[in-house]
């Protein structure tokens, strides 16, 4: 059970749009729904930002939006914000029923 | 609103066993539809799911941690355990205990730092 793929690190300016790409195989983020994100500030517990590919959570801004393309998920921030600042994790359900963590991507909002 | 705490010992021996319990409020461990997980993140680095149990007691490892891992329910406390075995200092992490669905989760516990040192 291999990590899903995601860029060490981002970066973008307030009021600009990011990306974070988070790839794995038909197996997990290509064969399931069931794709998350979380983010997570410095001694902090991660946050559930994104459920089920595109769904955001109650609370949630909508700034904050998903997306999936055959094995690849994808969160887009867009109208960023100085608190957006974190790690932010891509998960993905797998077809061994142990989901799986991407690796992790720092954004930095310059 | 769910909460979740994590307890247990914070120092273990190499080689020894670690144990920690979740304690569920807010809410029942008997929920249909739920699994109740273990996550953990070694310092500096990122999140590794442990495994998970559904209140009828149905377990799921992950491989890597498979051979040592248990994690038991106790309907009776609203409560749920995570026995490591064998630990090396490789399984220094933070402990969190989660409820999830399909690995989803939107209830983390607070989390609980494990040192493994002699």
């Known amino acids: 059970q291999s990590a899903l793929t995601q860029p060490a690190s981002v970066s973008g300016s307030p009021g600009q749009s990011i990306t974070i790409s988070c790839t794995g195989t038909?197996?997990?983020?290509?064969?399931?729904?069931?794709v998350s994100w979380y983010q997570q500030h410095p001694g902090k517990a991660p946050k559930l930002m994104i459920y089920e590919v595109s769904n955001r959570p109650s609370g949630v801004p909508d700034r904050f939006s998903g997306s999936k393309s055959g094995n690849t998920a994808s969160l887009t921030i867009s109208g960023l914000q100085a608190e957006d600042e974190a790690d932010y994790y891509c998960s993905s359900y797998t077809s061994s029923s142990t989901p799986v963590f991407g690796g992790g991507t720092k954004l930095t909002v310059l | 609103q769910l909460q979740l705490q994590e307890s247990g010992s914070g120092l273990v021996k190499p080689s020894q066993t670690l144990s920690l319990t979740c304690a569920v409020s807010g809410g029942s461990i008997s929920s249909g539809g739920y699994s109740w997980s273990w996550i953990r993140q070694p310092p500096g680095k990122g999140l590794e799911w442990i495994g998970y149990?559904?209140?009828?007691?149905?377990?799921y490892y992950n491989p890597s941690l498979k051979s040592r891992v248990t994690i038991s329910v106790d309907r009776s406390k609203n409560q749920f355990s995570l026995k490591l075995s064998s630990v090396t200092a490789a399984d220094t992490a933070v402990y969190y205990c989660?409820?999830?669905?399909?690995?989803?989760?939107?209830?983390w516990g607070q989390g609980t730092l494990v040192t493994v040192s002699s």
């Open positions: 989660a409820r999830s669905s399909y690995g989803v989760i939107g209830y």
């Open positions: 149990i559904y209140h009828s007691g149905s377990t």
């Open positions: 038909s197996s997990d983020v290509g064969g399931y729904n069931y």
